[in-house]
């Protein structure tokens, strides 16, 4: 298979590529999608191919906008229409599977993850496929997510139809999975009281818990289940090891690391290159971090032995930070 560049102008001929049952990476907010028509079977199966994606791993299904999700969405309940129209960035909703999604989009799963990206080329791409997309990162599994048109393309040239060659993602990280909860069932009013109901974050993603209640007002629980993609298997790990580390020591100080340089030396007959990444290398907060995170990992595994990072600190701010290294790392 040719993979076609495409400059994001060329949206068009993309969207008729999906319309014809093809696979096209485009950019979100947050990371980079491999993007096919999510209602049909074989246009999913090529995400999958593509990827080497386990097929019980579902996919976030992505709308051009609230009214179109909710046209075909018309049963959803007041919580979790009140959390999607509050928060409106880098969040993935859990729904139950309506009969006109495919098993094979879900993973198996009668339910299905559902998000309405906040990226007005995002948006402008889907509304022109006029089709939801089944889109997850734009790489292949295990890898880290993609937020340059060149990561997918090192990942995927040969794998998919085409890529929207753009700018890197804002964000820079995947989506905040959830699942909005009503505390009875039903819910016990046909009006919308906040207390009614309760967000259980799934999967850690580009909106924290501290936003999310912030934005919505409804109390925010950490339990992640299989219901949300990317919970199940390795993930985000680079081509060499990662290594985590409180304190990756002085510049040039490598004797903290001595029982692994001693261990490569005896293998491979010479000395390893190691590639340090400090708090201070990434930016100067949590958002700045995120967004440099993956593609940082990406430049430096390509002259790399080991790469070794130091843990930020364990606060709300970098929870999803810490949690997408330590999925990533070798120890």
């Given at each position: 298979?040719?993979?076609?560049?495409?400059?994001?102008?060329?949206?068009?001929?993309?969207?008729?590529?999906?319309?014809?049952?093809?696979?096209?990476?485009?950019?979100?907010?947050?990371?980079?999608?491999?993007?096919?028509?999510?209602?049909?079977?074989?246009?999913?199966?090529?995400?999958?191919?593509?990827?080497?994606?386990?097929?019980?791993?579902?996919?976030?299904?992505?709308?051009?906008?609230?009214?179109?999700?909710?046209?075909?969405?018309?049963?959803?309940?007041?919580?979790?229409?009140?959390?999607?129209?509050?928060?409106?960035?880098?969040?993935?909703?859990?729904?139950?599977?309506?009969?006109?999604?495919?098993?094979?989009?879900?993973?198996?799963?009668?339910?299905?993850?559902?998000?309405?990206?906040?990226?007005?080329?995002?948006?402008?791409?889907?509304?022109?496929?006029?089709?939801?997309?089944?889109?997850?990162?734009?790489?292949?599994?295990?890898?880290?997510?993609?937020?340059?048109?060149?990561?997918?393309?090192?990942?995927?040239?040969?794998?998919?139809?085409?890529?929207?060659?753009?700018?890197?993602?804002?964000?820079?990280?995947?989506?905040?999975?959830?699942?909005?909860?009503?505390?009875?069932?039903?819910?016990?009013?046909?009006?919308?009281?906040?207390?009614?109901?309760?967000?259980?974050?799934?999967?850690?993603?580009?909106?924290?818990?501290?936003?999310?209640?912030?934005?919505?007002?409804?109390?925010?629980?950490?339990?992640?289940?299989?219901?949300?993609?990317?919970?199940?298997?390795?993930?985000?790990?680079?081509?060499?090891?990662?290594?985590?580390?409180?304190?990756?020591?002085?510049?040039?100080?490598?004797?903290?690391?001595?029982?692994?340089?001693?261990?490569?030396?005896?293998?491979?007959?010479?000395?390893?290159?190691?590639?340090?990444?400090?708090?201070?290398?990434?930016?100067?907060?949590?958002?700045?971090?995120?967004?440099?995170?993956?593609?940082?990992?990406?430049?430096?595994?390509?002259?790399a032995d080991y790469i070794v990072c130091e843990r930020f600190p364990d606060?709300?701010?970098?929870?999803?930070?810490?949690?997408?290294?330590?999925?990533?790392?070798?120890?």
């Open positions: 298979m040719k993979t076609l560049l495409l400059k994001e102008s060329e949206i068009k001929k993309a969207a008729d590529i999906i319309k014809q049952g093809g696979t096209v990476v485009f950019r979100t907010e947050t990371v980079y999608g491999i993007g096919a028509d999510a209602t049909r079977e074989t246009a999913v199966a090529k995400v999958f191919g593509a990827k080497n994606r386990p097929p019980v791993n579902p996919l976030i299904i992505h709308f051009d906008s609230l009214k179109t999700l909710f046209k075909k969405f018309p049963d959803v309940d007041l919580g979790t229409r009140h959390v999607l129209n509050t928060v409106k960035s880098a969040l993935t909703v859990i729904l139950p599977r309506p009969e006109w999604i495919p098993l094979i989009t879900t993973g198996g799963l009668e339910t299905v993850a559902i998000r309405v990206p906040d990226c007005k080329f995002a948006q402008k791409f889907i509304k022109k496929c006029g089709l939801p997309l089944a889109a997850p990162s734009a790489n292949t599994s295990t890898r880290p997510s993609p937020t340059r048109w060149e990561d997918a393309h090192d990942d995927l040239n040969g794998r998919v139809d085409a890529i929207l060659c753009g700018t890197q993602t804002q964000i820079g990280v995947e989506s905040t999975v959830v699942k909005v909860i009503p505390l009875a069932s039903p819910p016990c009013s046909k009006t919308f009281n906040k207390t009614d109901y309760t967000i259980q974050i799934l999967r850690l993603g580009g909106v924290n818990s501290d936003e999310l209640t912030k934005l919505t007002g409804i109390k925010v629980l950490y339990h992640p289940t299989k219901e949300s993609p990317g919970t199940q298997f390795k993930h985000y790990s680079p081509k060499c090891p990662l290594l985590l580390v409180d304190d990756a020591g002085t510049i040039g100080d490598y004797s903290q690391y001595n029982d692994l340089i001693k261990e490569f030396r005896t293998k491979y007959g010479r000395f390893p290159k190691i590639k340090i990444i400090r708090k201070t290398d990434l930016g100067k907060n949590g958002i700045e971090v995120a967004k440099n995170l993956f593609s940082k990992i990406r430049d430096l595994e390509k002259d606060t709300v701010e970098y929870q999803t930070i810490n949690e997408r290294l330590q999925k990533a790392s070798s120890n």
